[in-house]
């Protein structure tokens, strides 16, 4: 398993995971192996096979029918609370960033790494691939990610709306200084709702204040993903 569950929340991050022995930049690597997990936490079943099936129960109102009805029962939610309480949380929490910045300050390297990562291992592609990959429907886009209009989407650009889930992971009101290196279930939908395109004005404006602040665009020259 690579999370851990505590109260009832999924700890992902990238300590440890795919990547260890591969790549070399330690923050780079925390990225990558933080996307990874998190893609295996994703793959988890909510339900599976080995649920148990309901009880069979027997007809007849004597005494000893209500018993063996009785303790099939008793079994069958004893057997269903125990696979319940093995399937991972639906809440989480998922470190993309190494614990070592100060809140509002970002690790570039593990940002590029983890953009690489969710972006299929490419430097960059098109507004128009990235939508038939990601968007759930035509109603969404992210061409507001194109932060300098040339079409395409780079691992700069996309890091922005990974520090964008980030921030609005602690606030619906986007502020770079509640950044702190994680995102949860509240951050990520709320990302996916700037990609609507009735939302592409506010959504744009939001990614370029963050890559004016933290000017990813400088730090992927010297991005190297082993």
Request: aromatic share 8%; proline share 4%.
């Amino acid at each position: 398993m690579t999370f851990e569950v505590s109260g009832n929340i999924a700890k992902i991050d990238g300590k440890q995971g795919k990547y260890d022995n591969s790549v070399t930049n330690p923050s780079v690597r925390y990225g990558r192996n933080a996307v990874e997990n998190y893609y295996t936490y994703l793959e988890q079943p909510i339900v599976s096979d080995s649920m148990t099936s309901a009880p069979i129960l027997e007809l007849g109102a004597s005494s000893d029918t209500v018993d063996r009805n009785t303790d099939k029962i008793n079994q069958f939610l004893k057997e269903n609370d125990e696979y319940l309480k093995a399937l991972p949380p639906l809440e989480f929490e998922y470190r993309y960033m190494p614990n070592m910045v100060q809140k509002g300050q970002i690790d570039k390297m593990a940002v590029l790494g983890a953009a690489y990562e969710e972006m299929g291992k490419v430097n960059e592609m098109s507004v128009k691939e990235l939508d038939e990959r990601f968007a759930p429907d035509s109603n969404f886009t992210s061409a507001a990610l194109d932060v300098n209009k040339d079409g395409k989407i780079d691992i700069a650009e996309y890091g922005s709306s990974i520090l964008a889930a980030d921030m609005l992971s602690k606030s619906p009101v986007p502020d770079t200084a509640n950044i702190d290196g994680t995102i949860n279930k509240k951050g990520f939908d709320a990302v996916l709702a700037y990609t609507q395109k009735s939302n592409a004005a506010a959504a744009a404006a939001m990614y370029a204040k963050i890559n004016d602040t933290y000017n990813l665009a400088e730090a992927k020259k010297e991005f190297k993903p082993e």
